[in-house]
């Protein structure tokens, strides 16, 4: 596609519950990276695909958090059992090559709402 | 691991007048610095970047420079228009490495 793509845009979801976060990322980035911002915040890494594998996911913040990534495209992010510090927009962004030496593209990013 | 600290939180600047954000870094194997610009409900978008084989690059009203020995590096925005408001941050990395970002400066453009 034209650019990243993430859905949904807005997700409020009830304490407890699990929730699916998609990527789209521009076809033919081979790397892909998953960012949280809670409000007012900057950018905290969470995951980094290089392909279909995740050579880093060093900043997930727990074992609740999982992502995964198929067909060197779309990815996943999944919580489990949501806590109310869950809360932020989850960003995703993708590079044409599997390093920080190329600019991140980066979606408009997933507002979750933990009630 | 790369910190990346940056200076101010916000800025507001009078239209027309200059704004220059900071910020410094901790690896000195970092080699690539790049500026996202980031306005309300959208993802940071690329705005300009310096690799350190380079001290300057200028695109237009914005200017990157690096300074490799101090490990810091500063965006230069001139004649600030209303459009510049938003948050800016800066990142940097290694190669086959992620980007640190910064905390983010939020700018403002007084008219």
């Known amino acids: 596609g034209a650019g990243v793509s993430q859905s949904p845009s807005n997700k409020v979801t009830e304490k407890g519950k699990d929730v699916e976060l998609r990527c789209d990322p521009i076809?033919?980035?081979?790397?892909l990276y998953w960012y949280r911002q809670r409000l007012g915040q900057g950018l905290e890494f969470l995951i980094y695909f290089q392909g279909n594998s995740a050579p880093d996911k060093s900043g997930l913040p727990s074992d609740r958090f999982s992502a995964e990534r198929t067909g060197e495209s779309v990815s996943t992010l999944t919580i489990q059992r949501t806590q109310q510090e869950d809360s932020a927009v989850y960003l995703c962004?993708?590079?044409?090559?599997?390093?920080?030496?190329?600019?991140?593209?980066f979606g408009s990013g997933t507002r979750l709402t933990v009630v | 691991g790369e910190n990346v600290e940056q200076h101010p939180s916000t800025l507001s600047v009078q239209e027309g007048d200059s704004a220059v954000i900071k910020c410094t870094y901790s690896?000195?194997?970092?080699?690539?610095f790049p500026w996202y610009k980031q306005e309300l409900g959208k993802g940071p978008q690329l705005i300009i970047d310096i690799r350190s084989n380079v001290g300057e690059k200028k695109d237009q009203r914005i200017a990157v420079t690096l300074n490799k020995t101090a490990k810091h590096f500063s965006l230069h925005i001139t004649e600030t228009q209303p459009e510049d408001s938003a948050v800016y941050f800066c990142a940097a990395s290694k190669r086959q490495e992620k980007l640190t970002f910064g905390t983010g400066t939020r700018l403002t453009i007084i008219p």
């Open positions: 690896d000195s194997a970092s080699n690539y």
């Open positions: 962004a993708s590079s044409l090559v599997g390093t920080g030496g190329g600019g991140y593209t």
């Open positions: 076809s033919g980035h081979t790397a």
